[in-house]
């Protein structure tokens, strides 16, 4: 079945420095990747997204490229705040083709910046 | 719009007791979705409905839960005989419905079972 892998955390990074997250899938064709993160006391919320190969999602200076050759899509930011504190989730999304709907997540990875 | 409203956004109840938990998704939203999210399990779907049928419980992890959707606006999550090990914090989302669309979460409710 479907599945994500994603880097264990947690992971402490001090302001400023340069963040990779890992995250690998298996799925058969092409799903949707997205990138969600969740705040301390909150739900969580789309960061951002690719639908097809080669896509890249960005967002308040995160990226992510759809690698459909390694089957990744690494979550990327040069230079991290003290308020990208939280949690990071990779998930698969539904096939275009097919009529399920759920999202498939990664356990999630805990961020910490230091000032 | 408000976004998906849940509530109560905590609940503190003994074991035993019942628990009903509620949400009201995005207007025009097809999918609604309840997730539960512990340190020891993370975060698991539980069950979701399409245009307020139920599609798919198979996470849903007792007959001590019950979930249903009356209308488009409202759905419920309830627990009976709740117990200790159901303390979480209990998400829902609802979805517009097409593939590559994200799903819209609520704040989530955590529940305290004593």
């Known amino acids: 079945g479907d599945s994500v892998t994603q880097m264990e955390g947690p992971v402490t990074l001090s302001e400023e420095a340069f963040l990779t997250i890992n995250c690998t899938y298996t799925a058969t064709g092409y799903p949707s990747l997205f990138w969600y993160v969740q705040y301390p006391g909150e739900g969580l919320q789309l960061l951002l997204k690719a639908t097809k190969a080669d896509d890249k999602g960005s967002n308040k200076g995160f990226e992510a490229t759809y690698r459909k050759e390694t089957t990744s899509f690494h979550l990327e930011k040069g230079s991290v705040q003290v308020s990208d504190s939280a949690v990071y989730f990779c998930a698969l999304g539904p096939l275009s083709s097919g009529s399920a709907r759920q999202l498939t997540f990664g356990s999630g990875t805990q961020l910490t910046v230091l000032p | 719009d408000a976004g998906v409203i849940q509530s109560p956004r905590h609940e503190v109840t003994e074991m035993g007791q019942e628990v009903t938990l509620r949400c009201k998704p995005i207007?025009?939203?097809?999918?609604l979705f309840w997730y539960r999210q512990t340190m020891m399990r993370g975060l698991e779907l539980l069950i979701y409905f399409n245009n307020n049928v139920p599609i798919d419980d198979s996470g849903m992890p007792e007959d001590r839960f019950s979930a249903k959707m009356p209308n488009a606006s409202f759905s419920t999550l309830k627990i009976q005989p709740s117990e200790p090990r159901d303390s979480a914090v209990y998400f829902c989302?609802?979805?517009?419905?097409?593939?590559?669309?994200?799903?819209?979460f609520g704040p989530g409710t955590r529940l305290t079972v004593t």
């Open positions: 989302a609802s979805t517009p419905g097409l593939a590559g669309d994200e799903q819209y």
């Open positions: 207007s025009g939203h097809d999918y």
